[in-house]
Every structure is written in C-alpha cells, then in structure tokens.
Nanobody
Framework: VQLQASGGGTVQAGGSLRLSCAAP????????MGWYRQAPGNQRELVALITGSGRTEYGEFVKGRFTISRDNAKNTVWLQMNSLKAEDTAVYYC?????????WGEGTQVTVSS
C-alpha cells in the first residue's frame, strides 16, 4: 500500500506550502490521517492529524499556522502550512492509521529559508 504525498519544496520564511496525500480508498475510509515530520537529528513528531469524523489535533509548535483537512470522496488529506519558519524545515510524512495497521508514505522535503 502506498500513500502518495506531494507539495513539498523550498519557500522563504513567512511563506506557505500545501501538502497533499492520497491513499487507496479502502484504507483512507477507515483511517485517521496524519502528517508527521522529521528534521535531521530529531525524532519524528506529529504535525497534525484528522480522524474520519473530522476531529483534528496539532503539534504544539503549530500554534494556528497549519490546517489539516480531508476529502473522503477524493481519498486525500491536505496540510496547509502558513507563516512558515526556518525551524519547520524537515521531511514531512503522511500516515494512515487504521485499526489493524499503520501505513506511511514516502516523505516530502520542506525547506524554509530564512
């Protein structure tokens, strides 16, 4: 099972990026979808997650700058990132968490230049 993540890139501090992640329908419909990130030398950490019912949770560092959303008809989750900071530079990973198994996508690099 492969999650298709896209939208990473290089942006200046204060800018915005929108990440997207598509999953197979049979996975997506039963999954809590999340975005995690990992910077060099750091552990992977939660950025945001959204349950099938739309409940959201964010990492403390987000502080209102990011918004996670999902479209169950398109089997896609998005992460809108605004007011990006240099410390947001990391590889961002999409995760689908089902009752039985977690699925991870390949990461997408986000680089924020100061």
């Amino acid at each position: 099972v492969q999650l298709q993540a896209s939208g990473g890139g290089t942006v200046q501090a204060g800018g915005s990026l929108r990440l997207s992640c598509a999953a197979p329908g049979n996975i997506f419909s039963n999954a809590d979808m999340g975005w995690y990130r990992q910077a060099p030398g750091n552990q992977r950490e939660l950025v945001a997650l959204i349950t099938g019912s739309g409940r959201t949770e964010y990492g403390e560092f987000v502080k209102g700058r990011f918004t996670i959303s999902r479209d169950n008809a398109k089997n896609t989750v998005w992460l809108q990132m605004n007011s990006l900071k240099a410390e947001d530079t990391a590889v961002y990973y999409c995760k689908a968490a089902t009752f039985f198994k977690n699925y991870w996508g390949e990461g997408t690099q986000v680089t924020v230049s100061s």
